[in-house]
C-alpha cells in the first residue's frame, strides 16, 4: 500500500506559478510511475503528465507542454509538478497517483493508488 500526500496548491493570479508536491509514504515509491491528474468543477479527472520510475520517460497532456514539468527525487519518495504561466482554466483539484507503469498514469484507469488531491485556484 503507497500512501500519496499532496501539497503546494493554493491562490495565486494568472501567469503565476506554483509547485506541486506528493510525498510517497513507502519506499516502494520508486517503482512506481507516477501521474498527476486535475478535475475541474463539473468536469471529469484528466491527465495532465506522468512520469517514469526512472524520470527518464515523462508524458504530458497536449495543452500543457511547455507550461508544466514532471520531475522526481526517488530519494526522497517524492514527485512534483512546476506549474508556470498558469490560467484561470488550471484552476481545480490536482491529484497525485501511482501506477505499475508511465502508460497507464496518463489514464485513472492504469492508476493503482491516488492521493487526496489539492486545491489550486487560478484567479483572472
Known amino acids: ?11 495565486v493570479q494568472a501567469g503565476g506559478s506554483l509547485r506541486l508536491s506528493c510525498a ?3 519506499r516502494t515509491f520508486s517503482s512506481y510511475a507516477v501521474g498527476w491528474f486535475r478535475q475541474a468543477p463539473g468536469k471529469e479527472r484528466e491527465s495532465v503528465a506522468a512520469i517514469s520510475w526512472n524520470g527518464q520517460n515523462t508524458y504530458y497532456a497536449d495543452s500543457l507542454k511547455g507550461r508544466f514539468t514532471i520531475s522526481r527525487d526517488n530519494a526522497k519518495n517524492t514527485a512534483y509538478l512546476q506549474m508556470n504561466s498558469l490560467k484561470p482554466e488550471d484552476t481545480g483539484v ?9 502508460v497507464g498514469a496518463t ?3 492504469g492508476v ?13
Do not use: H, I
Open 94 to 102: 490536482y491529484y497525485c497517483a501511482a501506477a505499475t507503469t508511465a
Open 107 to 109: 489514464g485513472t484507469r
Open 1 to 11: 500500500q503507497v500512501q500519496l500526500v499532496e501539497s503546494g496548491g493554493g491562490l
Open 112 to 124: 493503482d493508488y491516488w492521493g487526496q488531491g489539492t486545491q489550486v485556484t487560478v484567479s483572472s
Open 24 to 26: 510517497a509514504s513507502e
